[in-house]
């Protein structure tokens, strides 16, 4: 999963969260910086009984935070909706192309966007993908009469 911080960049970058079901979010400046949310159908945690792990089916969750404006969140994009974001802002610029290729010191992410050769790096694959996610991102919005 990517951190917030990259989600942020990327947030600020343009991209543009539609929410859905098992997307996992943050909510910064309330003091829940280090919680993740998910959107689920039903909120299931996590307990101990008598010893036993549990898990507990809640048909509402009882706290202080009912509801939340959209924007006032970050969205953590999985490493699998990066890739099709990526293949998507690559299509602008000719074919996708997309190698990713690991080892002890991280991922490697390559991308050829209008002809070039593009390498991006990040400890995680996610990271790695969102860091040319944002490179094109950025790159994109500089361009005049970029697609919206």
């Known amino acids: 999963m990517i951190s917030a911080a990259t989600a942020r960049e990327l947030k600020n970058a343009g991209l543009t969260w539609r929410p859905a079901l098992h997307d996992f979010f943050v909510i910064p400046e309330r003091q829940m910086d280090d919680l993740v949310f998910v959107i689920s159908d039903i909120q299931v945690t996590v307990e101990r009984m008598q010893g036993e792990q549990m898990l507990s089916f809640q048909g509402a969750s009882e706290w202080a935070l009912d509801s939340l404006v959209m924007g006032e969140s970050i969205w953590l994009p999985s490493e699998e909706q990066l890739r099709r ?60 009469g970029k697609p919206s």
């Open 85 to 144: 974001l990526l293949e998507e802002a690559l299509l602008i610029g000719g074919r996708p192309e997309i190698r990713l290729s690991g080892g002890l010191g991280g991922y490697r992410c390559e991308v050829h966007y209008r002809g070039q050769p593009l390498a991006f790096e990040g400890a995680e694959p996610s990271e790695a993908y969102a860091a040319a996610l944002l490179h094109l991102l950025k790159t994109q919005a500089s361009q005049p």
